[in-house]
């Protein structure tokens, strides 16, 4: 029973770590750029996990000569573009919650390239589960709250959001001749070397690592040094929860894949309530319960379409 829903139970994981990690990084955000970030987690999870398969199982790391193309393909679109499509929308201003919905369009996209480019077909019941999620996001995120239309920030969440399908068609496709640990560590290792073309590392604000932190919320007070949370964020926001997102992309289609990934935004607002107080309004909360039941009835109407094939 448990070995049947093994993708299911992976993705979840790996929503619940990257939720979890977003609140973490909104306390290092306070003191350093995004973009900053994502190049240190980047830069600092390939080489931990690059040592780790090194020492354990270094043939994992071979490609050959075909491979290679689609493994930087799956670096810099699905790793490396999906974090800058989703800065700019944010740095040119545009709300964090519309860029989160934009971004989250990729289910459609990718139900889309299934039935007019692979010409298979699509049950009802996921598309409606898909509508659904999709809703229910939409209420989550009170979009209609402080509207701001930015042509090129719009631009860089719709980047966001096809980046995030090539991430999931892609990763579907390499896992089934390479293992999660092995994916992952190509992918971050192909945009942490993007993210250092873009930005010399010997610019790095490193000052960041013995700055003194505020844990804000309930832990309002406490302080940790920056290298603390920073190490979380590479290891527990990145290493752990790629590795669970993977291993699922690995097991199931990515169509359903990228529906359940919808769970993320509903799980940092959790988070966000439990540790920063952030309150929920009603219409918030029939949001993530709409969620959950348009990922419940994707899901299942993809169980049941692979058993009657």
Not at 100 to 123: G, H, Q, Y
Not at 231 to 255: D, Q
């Amino acid at each position: 029973m448990l070995d049947r829903f093994r993708g299911e139970i992976y993705l979840i994981l790996g929503a619940l770590f990257f939720s979890f990690n977003g609140v973490i990084s909104t306390l290092v955000l306070d003191h350093m750029s995004p973009f900053r970030l994502t190049q240190i987690r980047c830069i600092g999870a390939f080489t931990i996990l690059f040592l780790f398969i090194v020492a354990r199982d270094r043939k994992s790391l071979n490609a050959t000569r075909q491979e290679i193309p689609t493994l930087i393909l799956f670096g810099v679109i699905g790793f490396a573009a999906v974090q800058a499509g989703y800065f700019l929308g944010i740095q040119r201003g545009v709300p964090l919650s519309l860029v989160l919905i934009i971004e989250f369009t990729a289910p459609i996209w990718i139900v889309l390239w299934i039935k007019s480019v692979r010409k298979r077909d699509v049950p009802n019941a996921m598309w409606g589960g898909i509508a659904l999620s999709f809703l229910g996001l939409i209420f989550i995120a009170k979009v209609w709250d402080g509207l701001i239309f930015d042509l090129i920030g719009i631009i860089g969440a719709l980047l966001s959001a096809f980046a995030l399908v090539v991430y999931f068609l892609v990763g579907s496709q390499v896992g089934k001749t390479r293992s999660a640990q092995s994916m992952t560590a190509w992918g971050l290792g192909i945009a942490a070397l993007a993210w250092t073309l873009v930005m010399p590392i010997w610019q790095f604000p490193f000052e960041i690592f013995s700055k003194s932190m505020n844990l804000q919320g309930v832990f309002d007070g406490t302080f940790l040094s920056g290298w603390v949370l920073i190490a979380w964020i590479i290891v527990m926001g990145t290493i752990v929860p790629y590795l669970f997102v993977i291993g699922g992309l690995r097991r199931m289609a990515p169509s359903t894949a990228s529906v359940v990934g919808m769970l993320e935004p509903v799980l940092a607002g959790a988070f966000a309530w439990i540790w920063l107080a952030q309150s929920w309004a009603p219409i918030q909360l029939s949001g993530a319960a709409i969620v959950l039941v348009g990922i419940y009835i994707a899901d299942s109407a993809k169980i049941a379409a692979t058993k009657a094939n």
